[in-house]
């Protein structure tokens, strides 16, 4: 299929492992410029050079924690000035730390609403101007299951991954008139970093081992096993194109039907 993105320009937040880079890797295949961005450098430059090797689009690494004021910002105008602007925004970071209510700090609070809902702002207060001025855009939002239903001992992405959905449905129908399309991406249980440390959070706090931790995740999704990367990847570049243009406002999960509510 022919996703009409050749020569469209993305920018992929958090991309140097995991679901941004599977993404990234998803959207270079289908002829799309690069604006990748993580906070370890040397990861970053090595996601870059392989997309750039392997597939032969051009790719701009800008090293950034968008958890950090401004950060954000700075990678979107980067991108902006390196390939004249951008057509797709796939915002992403990392998950806040596990805990309870009351284990949480204010502080704790603080960080994590500015890395998982003002970092989503932040980028889409840079990107969506030349959207709506050429009459096409699209916007994903990386956010979680945990959304729609929440995971025990998550209470900072429980909570603020239900906020970045708001935000996105919302903005959805403003950016609708100019042909841009806002929807959001629920990941289940797939094989990531984020998962090995939730196993190993949740093994500490039962005592037991964090291979029986990750069994327990696994037992709990009906297709019973864990998503690939590249599943979750080839959603983000179906919505990233121009097939997906009547979608937007939605929030599609890749769960492996972990949720078990019927919309």
Same mark, same amino acid.
């Given at each position: ?16 492992? %995991?679901?941004?880079?599977?993404? $990234? ?6 002829g799309t410029s690069l604006v990748l961005c993580a906070r370890g450098e040397a990861a970053l430059r090595a996601t870059a050079e392989a997309i750039a090797t392997k597939t032969g689009v051009p790719v701009h690494a ?31 970071? %990392?998950?806040?730390? #596990? ?29 969506? #101007? ?82 029986? $931790? ?12 864990? %998503? ?15 097939? $997906? ?19």
């Open positions: 299929m022919d996703l009409g993105i050749t020569g469209r320009v993305a920018l992929v937040a958090a991309s140097s492992k %995991g679901l941004g880079r599977a993404v $990234a890797e998803e959207l270079a295949r289908e800008v090293a950034a924690d968008v958890g950090k004021s401004g950060e954000a910002e700075r990678v979107a105008r980067e991108g902006i000035a390196r390939f004249g602007r951008i057509d797709i925004l796939l915002t992403n970071s %990392g998950g806040p730390p #596990p805990g309870s209510f009351e284990s949480l700090t204010r502080e704790a609070w603080d960080s994590a609403t500015a890395l998982v809902l003002a970092s989503v702002v932040e980028f889409c207060r840079v990107v969506l #101007p030349g959207m709506k001025e050429r009459r096409w855009g699209r916007i994903l939002n990386v956010t979680s299951i945990a959304a729609k239903q929440p995971v025990d001992n998550l209470m900072l992405s429980n909570s603020l991954r239900a906020a970045v959905i708001g935000f996105g449905r919302t903005l959805a129908n403003e950016a609708a008139p100019f042909g841009v399309t806002v929807n959001n991406l629920l990941p289940g249980f797939t094989r990531t970093e984020r998962m090995v440390e939730l196993s190993e959070v949740t093994a500490h706090k039962e005592g037991i081992t964090a291979e029986q $931790a990750l069994a327990r995740f696994t037992a709990a999704v009906p297709m019973g096993r864990m %998503g690939e990367p590249r599943e979750f990847a080839a959603l983000a570049a179906f919505l990233a194109s121009e097939r $997906a243009s009547y979608i937007t406002g939605q929030s599609m999960a890749v769960d492996g039907g972990w949720i078990r509510s019927l919309l």
